[in-house]
């Protein structure tokens, strides 16, 4: 049993956004660098037995937090009055959205929440103190962690969005579901009798398929957020492209995949000393590169005029054509802006 008394800090993280993970990935442990402090986030395991729907039907639960029975026990009690303060807010540690019940196995799980684990200094303040002072020397020692939470995380998300189809933005998360006019009551006056009219209420799913991060993905996204590492600008264009390509916005996604393209460019002929004329555009850049930088052969017709006839002729690509600029420009920032690996 671990020793409770070390010096360890230990937290529960609510992540902003669920994350969806493969089997791989749960119950294992990823290095972390919050506030310049060293620790591990462990992810949630699979619970087989103890499903709202009865036994076989998997649930995320807590993670074996290696501290003994008790402090497992009083993990166990915190997440269930989480979840008890929270009508609908579903299941604590995340949902398993992809399984087989014979044999037993999980392809899929979105992850709401992390056991974290923190390596602290002897002289670090970790018992409670006489009063509840939130300027107390402990409170005031671990400030810097709830202050840089919100940074790694969403260091942690942009480098998960580009290394994967998922969609992770918490202030603008995809839609999940609509009901045309929710909100809105109408209603006549029959002799002074307010009379409501019930409507035609209907009610659209929208599924959003995402490929499961594997362990290596995973742990990479932590490594780079760990870092601190931002990644150039035409990566996170190319992430808008896509996330506005899902919003059925195709318009402003060939024009984000183009100008990551010419930023590309830009800085490839930069660092191969090419010679361009004064204030060059995304086609000259691509005619005077196309076989230095070995440009797909339809880049022009699939990326540059598509993108040129949405800024110039006000022009709304339909979805097939956004998606192939999308392609396209993914090929040319794989081979001239690689991700980490």
């Known amino acids: 049993m671990a020793d409770l008394t070390g010096p360890y800090l230990y937290g529960v993280y609510e992540l902003p956004a669920s994350i969806g993970v493969s089997k791989g990935c749960l119950g294992k442990s ?51 009055n989480r979840e008890k303060g929270e009508p609908g ?12 019940a014979e044999p037993q196995t999980v ?23 006489q009063s509840n ?14 202050g840089d939470m919100d940074r790694w995380f969403e260091a942690l998300r942009t480098w998960l969005e580009l ?9 603008h998360p995809l839609p999940t579901g609509h009901s045309p006019g929710s909100g809105l009551s109408l209603f006549s006056f029959d002799q002074a009798q307010l009379d409501y009219f019930l409507g035609v209420r209907t009610i659209s799913s ?10 290596g ?11 601190n590492v931002a990644p150039s600008d035409a990566r996170l264009l190319l992430r808008d492209a896509y996330a506005e390509t899902r919003r059925g916005r195709t318009r402003r996604a060939v024009i984000d995949a183009g100008s990551a393209v010419e930023l590309t460019l830009a800085d490839f002929a930069a660092r191969g000393s090419v010679t361009m004329p004064p204030k060059p555009t995304l086609g000259v850049y691509v005619k005077a590169l196309q076989a230095r930088a070995s440009l797909p052969a339809n880049t022009q017709v699939a990326l540059v005029d598509v993108r040129n006839a949405a800024i110039h002729e006000n022009h709304t690509p339909t979805n097939a054509d956004s998606h192939t600029a999308l392609e396209v420009a993914s090929v040319v920032l794989n081979k001239l802006d690689p991700l980490p690996t």
Request: aromatic residues 10%; glycine residues 6%; hydrophobic residues 40%.
């Open 89 to 100: 807010r579903g299941d604590f540690w995340g949902q398993v959205s992809a399984w087989r």
């Open 30 to 80: 990823f290095p972390i660098t919050i506030a310049s402090r060293h620790g591990k986030a462990t992810l949630p395991i699979v619970d087989w037995n103890s499903g709202r729907w009865g036994k076989g039907n998997p649930v995320l639960a807590a993670p074996v937090t290696g501290l003994g029975a008790t402090p497992d026990k009083q993990l166990l009690r915190f997440t269930s």
């Open 133 to 146: 002072d939130a300027t107390s020397p402990r409170e005031s020692a671990y400030a810097e962690v709830y």
């Open 163 to 171: 290394i994967s189809d998922q969609d992770l933005d918490p202030q």
């Open 107 to 129: 392809s899929t799980a979105f992850v709401r929440a992390v056991w974290l684990q923190f390596r602290v200094s002897a002289t670090d303040p970790l018992r409670r103190p």
């Open 217 to 227: 993905r995973l742990r990479l996204g932590f490594r780079q957020a760990n870092m």
């Open 206 to 215: 929208i599924a959003h398929m995402v490929t499961p991060l594997t362990v």
